[in-house]
């Protein structure tokens, strides 16, 4: 499993993005081949974090050029420069009680 980690650190509402990228970037994402989920983190202080979880490593680096597009925009008014990215595989993944493995 792969994942891409976006840090916004000067976001104005975390929350209004948030929904707004569960509402057009997630269905997005669902469509594409090897998708197993994607986050929204609130870290408090304009802090917003995504992180989205992919099968292969190519699905990942594709998922996340789309995901740039549809942020740059649609969400370009809600942060200001760049995030900072993290890709890679995963290489642990503990599942709580009760839920399965990812």
């Keep these: 499993m792969y994942a891409v980690i976006r840090k916004f650190n000067r976001m104005r509402s975390v ?9 057009g970037l997630a269905p997005i994402l669902r469509q594409s081949p ?10 408090g202080n304009d802090v917003g974090v995504s992180i989205t979880l992919f099968d292969t490593q190519d699905a990942v680096r594709e998922a996340h050029r ?7 925009d649609n969400l370009s008014d ?5 995030p900072e990215v ?3 595989e995963v290489v642990v993944s503990v599942p709580g009680q009760g839920a399965m493995a990812a």
């Design 15 to 23: 929350d209004e993005v948030a929904r707004r990228a569960e509402a």
């Design 34 to 43: 090897g998708f197993r989920g994607y986050y929204v983190i609130n870290g």
């Design 66 to 72: 789309r995901a740039m597009t549809w942020i740059k």
């Design 78 to 82: 809600f942060y200001e420069g760049e």
């Design 86 to 88: 993290t890709m890679g």
